[in-house]
């Protein structure tokens, strides 16, 4: 394996690309006894639309949501957590818009979890039976979400700023897409999406790469087979389909998210540049640090749930806040009008640096976390980066980006705010 050094967060970083298409990442943490194994494919809800085998192909929205529930059946009944936890291990997994994770932690027998994890992930097994059985569990799931205002928030948002970009369906899909799952459905997105050069292998601890490689040859195969092609067909310009939108709910205050509408920022050192700059103008314009944010919580219209922050999701965006308030839309104003402020006036040097130090020692912080550090290395493979580089771009990073992009990005037509209400 290739042993990449990143002094600057002392770091070293194992990489290999197996024959079959796998990459395979490995940081070491000699000295620890817990050790944390990523198995993720680089596709998530929103990737509803492929080619394979010269066939384009429609999956229902909810599919790669139901496909990491499916994954842990295995022929002839076997239950994977049980022999997990036989081992002494916890296992989980989780799906996002543009990736689906598998993982497991343990302190003993990390080869014997290595082995059942790659085993359960790369075997489909879907009856007719068992996926009738499971529509039953994530309806429940997708009712649960249509209760909580914290996910009504958030989708309302979603629905409002974007026209055709599928971040407008949940990640569990709806009631009506998820009972047109199938096990054909399954099996075409397992196969489209669940080969190995389509995958990632990240395991953070005390572990011998070259034992993590081996594993995983022996596991996955030598053979290399065609991944599925993600079509895009969906179209966004920058302004929001709706500028407000409203649901009454049982909340105590009004609670509120809003957001500007980005450019998507693609893959490699420049995407990832643009990221880090969409980052600390979050932290300018409403960090708890930010003139703003004090202005507001002095005058009582926001309080300690308040936060924001950038998000980038495949082919979309957002400048994001939100948190309670007796008067969202008195908010929204005025972080209107503090980016326009801030956009003629710009940063102090001294404000600028402090901020740059206080992102930087954030994420160095972060890496003390075995999941986060898991998380991000693959995260970042999938968008083309080495994320323990990052220290690099923020330190290039001029103050003059951070107040070009608030001035782009910071416009009322720009801008959505979903707001969800108590009941009267």
Request: with cysteine.
């Amino acid at each position: 394996m290739t042993k990449l050094e990143f002094p600057e967060v002392d770091e070293s970083l194992y990489r290999e690309v197996l024959e079959n298409g796998l990459t395979v990442c490995v940081v070491r943490r000699p000295g620890f006894t817990k050790k944390l194994a990523y198995f993720v494919t680089d596709y998530g809800s929103i990737h509803t639309d492929f080619l394979l085998d010269g066939q384009v192909y429609h999956a229902p929205a909810g599919v790669a949501h139901y496909l990491e529930h499916k994954m842990f059946d295995m022929p002839g009944g076997r239950d994977v957590s049980a022999e997990f936890a036989a081992w002494g291990a916890n296992t989980n997994a989780f799906t996002s818009y543009d990736m689906t994770a598998y993982y497991f932690s343990c302190t003993d027998h990390f080869p014997e979890c290595l082995r059942l994890l790659l085993e359960f992930v790369s075997t489909p097994c879907f009856t007719q039976e068992s996926v009738e059985k499971e529509r039953g569990i994530i309806d429940q799931e997708i009712g649960m979400n249509l209760d909580s205002p914290d996910s009504v928030v958030f989708d309302e948002l979603m629905k409002a700023m974007y026209s055709s970009h599928p971040i407008r369906v949940p990640i569990l899909g709806t009631g009506e897409t998820i009972r047109q799952i199938t096990p054909q459905v399954l099996n075409q997105c397992h196969r489209a999406f669940y080969t190995p050069q389509n995958m990632m292998l990240c395991v953070v601890g005390d572990v011998d790469p070259e034992e993590v490689a081996a594993i995983a040859r022996q596991m996955l195969g030598m053979e290399k087979r065609e991944a599925g092609r993600k079509l895009r067909p969906w179209q966004e310009d920058m302004g929001c389909l709706r500028q407000e939108t409203s649901r009454a709910m049982e909340v105590a205050m009004p609670m509120f998210q809003m957001a500007f509408k980005c450019e998507p920022v693609g893959r490699g050192d420049e995407a990832i540049r643009q990221e880090m700059v969409a980052d600390l103008a979050a932290e300018a314009l409403f960090g708890e640090s930010s003139e703003l944010y004090l202005k507001l919580y002095e005058e009582g219209l926001i309080d300690s749930s308040f936060g924001g922050g950038f998000e980038t999701i495949d082919g979309c965006a957002m400048l994001m806040c939100g948190g309670d308030s007796e008067d969202p839309r008195a908010v929204r104003e005025a972080v209107l009008a503090q980016g326009a402020r801030l956009a003629e006036e710009g940063l102090s040097e001294r404000r600028f640096q402090r901020m740059k130090r206080s992102a930087l020692g954030r994420r160095i912080r972060d890496l003390d976390s075995f999941d986060g550090t898991c998380f991000r290395v693959c995260a970042y493979h999938f968008s083309g980066f080495d994320y323990f580089r990052f220290p690099e771009v923020y330190r290039n990073i001029q103050k003059e980006e951070v107040q070009s992009f608030l001035r782009r990005v910071v416009q009322a037509e720009r801008c959505a705010l979903s707001i969800v209400r108590p009941l009267e």
